[in-house]
């Protein structure tokens, strides 16, 4: 059994997440400040520290050099959201063994616990239980509507070969989903599928996340590190929001692709990798081709096959099938026995346009769930954005950037509208707060 400390300042989140690991039976100690953590690593040993980067009395990186001081064998992983991706570049060069960044699946969480064991215990320390590893991310589901039935057959055709293939889709559709499910038809189903989300990677660690690195190649590189491309061999790479990489990066990627092997970080060896590469994307990277900000010629190496995700708002047919999916789990990580939606409830799902489709979906029935006290989700329970939306409401100005040119003037508008609050001018321009921060970088808008 591992024992878990767990450091994290958002209540709600910190309690899910250590409820999830006292069922992945771990044996975990949680707390919402960097001083609480302190007083326990000086008291106790821990296997592994999982903590957030930013904490409201001290920075994460305090607790990390604590654990070193100590010179006990305990991996620190770092928890991050991307604003913050270059503190946890700064905790690996301190030591840490990993940084998740959030949000994240919880066998994102499962699989770095499970490394820091590896790395950090000896041979006969026993790992999390195999049962402790089984994925807990949603599967995908099949819809019902003339728009799913042509995913689904796509799908099927695809999957059986070895194509590369490109998911096109707004943010939240279910794109890793949709890769997982054609990796679980295809003949390397009992291979890796390794996840890889481009957008989180820094430009410092992004050789090294790729292709590994050996002992000693850089600063901070304490252990020989194996990466996705290796991870990933005999089985599929899912490189998510593919559009973010830099161009450096993609370069290197090209290479890897075309040559199937690679070369970690400070090794002179190369690494011979048979590996299925589906990637996606919420851009227009044919566009960002046009503009030289993506490669050609890696576009039409992934792009061998591409599906295009409906958002959905345009699966009405499949709203209430993915709600009850949603429900189902919600009721069983919160433990509690909903038996659907109040007939209010469904009304104003249907008004609704869903600018976060699934992701949305999905977040707006667990809250709803852990709010209910009675048998069915009563409207009470929604959002004020949900409960105010009616079907003449939808929004006539179009404010997707996966299919507008002046994003720069959207944002700024979308900002201005939601009074600088970037999580509502993010779901307003239908996009994630990550990729919204990429574009205020790469635009230089400073709030």
């Known amino acids: 059994m591992a024992k878990i400390l767990l450091v994290e300042d958002d209540v709600a989140f910190c309690t899910m997440l250590k409820t999830f690991l006292l069922k992945k039976e771990c044996e975990v100690d949680a707390v919402y400040t960097a001083t609480e953590a302190l007083s326990l ?13 930013r904490l409201p009395d001290k920075e994460g990186l305090e607790i990390l050099q604590a654990v070193n001081k100590k010179g006990e064998r305990t991996g620190v992983i770092m928890m991050t959201s991307y604003a913050e991706i270059s503190m946890a570049v700064n905790a690996i060069k301190e030591g840490a063994l990993d940084y998740i960044a959030k949000p994240f699946h919880p066998e994102v969480i499962m699989k770095a616990i499970n490394e820091a064991l590896k790395k950090e215990q000896s041979p006969s320390k026993p790992l999390i239980s195999k049962k402790a590893e089984k994925t807990t991310a949603d599967t995908y589901i099949k819809g019902a509507s003339e728009a799913s039935a042509k995913l689904n057959n796509y799908i099927d055709l695809v999957a059986p070969t070895n194509m590369s293939v ?23 189903s009992a291979a890796p599928f390794v996840a890889v ?17 050996v002992k000693g190649s850089f600063t901070g590189a304490v252990n020989n ?41 400070g090794s002179n060896e190369e690494i011979h990798v048979n590996i299925r590469v589906i ?44 709600a009850n999916y949603f429900l189902d789990s919600a009721n069983k ?9 109040s007939e209010k409830t469904i009304a104003a799902f249907k008004a609704y346009h869903w600018p976060g489709n699934l992701r949305e979906l999905k977040n707006v029935v667990k809250r709803a769930v852990l709010l209910s006290e009675g048998e069915y989700i009563s409207s009470a329970c929604l959002p004020s954005e949900v409960l105010s939306a009616r079907h003449e409401s939808k929004p006539e100005e179009n404010y997707s950037l996966f299919k507008n040119k002046n994003e720069q003037e959207l944002i700024l508008d979308a900002l201005e509208k939601t009074h600088g609050n970037k999580s509502k001018a993010a779901r307003l321009l239908s996009i994630d707060r990550k990729t919204l921060y990429n574009k205020l970088k790469q635009y230089g808008i400073n709030l």
Not at 168 to 185: P, W
Not at 201 to 209: F, T
Not at 293 to 311: C, G, M, Q, T, W
């Open 166 to 188: 490109l998911i096109m889709g707004e943010s939240g559709t279910g794109k890793e989903q949709i890769a997982k499910s054609i990796h679980d038809k295809s003949k390397r």
């Open 279 to 322: 990637a996606a994307t919420n851009e227009d990277l044919f566009e960002a081709v046009k503009k030289g900000e993506f490669r050609e010629d890696l576009y039409h190496r992934l792009n061998e096959f591409s599906i295009k995700v409906p958002a959905l708002k345009d699966r009405e047919e499949d709203l209430m099938i993915f």
């Open 197 to 213: 989300d481009c957008g989180a990677i820094p430009r410092e660690l992004a050789s090294s996340e790729f292709f590994g690195h």
């Open 225 to 265: 590190k194996t990466g996705h491309f290796e991870a990933a061999n005999g089985g599929t790479l899912f490189l998510d929001e593919i559009g973010n990489l830099n161009y450096e990066l993609q370069v290197q990627l090209l290479r890897a692709l075309q040559e199937r092997k690679i070369k970690p970080v």
């Open 333 to 341: 990580e919160l433990e509690k026995d909903l038996s659907g939606f």
């Open 41 to 53: 690593v000086g008291k106790n040993r821990y296997d592994v520290v999982i903590s957030d980067v």
